[in-house]
């Protein structure tokens, strides 16, 4: 072969090489962003996700335990009319790096041991990222472990966090963060706890910041009112049609245990049926709720 010839095939793969990237790489998907503001057309109505632990200590196989129970709990939900499909689940570990907690360490207490390192670094999270940081952080891993062509494919990336921010699970563009443990009341003398969550709820908060992903809001959202006291949020919650749907925040997370747990309930099935999947299936815009459910 002539070193032209052979110069031009290299130069006709490298074009056939970008063009095959630039055909799947879609502006709605998972791989060009940490938020794409549509979803994909689709055959079937699936919500495609990503499972992925970070910096969690966990391993693969926990992950796929954890989507077993997900997939499941999802699909009885929805009465089956949207799947869940997980792409792929991986288990990350954070991202090298410098992290410095002399602060924290003398700000919290009981923290000198290995574990107590661990849970430092997840706490330095809280002080000093933030959620657009820490998502851009998780993508980039995510690039790093080889995982471009799960991202190209996914409608959304459903993260069992081992870094800690403000709440136990946080929806954003198209990442959902649940953490993983949690770190609790780490201000007070004793130094709190970590509190390593169940599978059940995790599958909890998936289905709760997931359903974000998918266009929900908070249903009974007015029980939440900051001018109500405990009592009448408590009264509020007896009556509120969508207090028992994992959306609602009357919902007792404690109850959540071996074959208890909340799904979707009427008003947000209603949605996910009528403006959801048909949004999966044509495609187009990623709907969110004008009205709450009540
Ligand atoms: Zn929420």
Redesign the pocket.
Known sequence: MSAIKALYLIALSMLCFTASTTALASPCTMGESTGPRCFEPRLVPNFRVLLVAYGANMTTADVQRVEKLYKERFDLSTDGKIHLEVIDRIAVDLAPGTRDLTELRNKIKGTDSQRANDRLTRLWYYYNSDLHKITAEIQSELLKAGMKSALDAADAVLVLSGPQFEGI???TGGYALTEQPSEIAWGLADGGATEINTDERLVDELL??GG?LLGLD?TSQHCMDDKLSLKEREECCKTSPGAKDV?SYCRNRASVAGPNYFGYTACTKDYLEKVTLPALLNGGLRPFQEKACD
């Open positions: 699970g946080i929806a709760h910041e974000h908070h959306m």
